[in-house]
């Protein structure tokens, strides 16, 4: 569009001047409506809450057999990657669960 020519060198004030008030205002709605998207969807999110709906990425249980495994593992009679195929999971899951907290 001729009217929003931004480039250098373009020697026409008026049509420079115009195109910085056409963006302006674009970039106004556009920030305007991001606002009101968070908006709608921090009020979503309460109402859920609210109903008592769980969020977020469901609970991930231990196998079975994990705590045999673990002491095997604290007595230094089992390796992490051996004990992960027994348990039928990814060593690196079962490094973090052992040494979280």
Known sequence: MPLLNTRKGHNNLTGRFLADI???????????ERHNIR???????????ARGVKLGRPEKFLPDGFPQVASLIREG?????E???QLQVNHSWLYKKMNSG
């Open 22 to 32: 056409v963006l302006q205002i674009l970039s106004y709605v556009a920030e305007t």
């Open 39 to 49: 908006t709608r969807q921090a009020e979503g999110i309460a109402a859920a809450k």
């Open 77 to 81: 009679k089992l390796s992490y990657r």
């Open 83 to 85: 004990a992960a195929r």
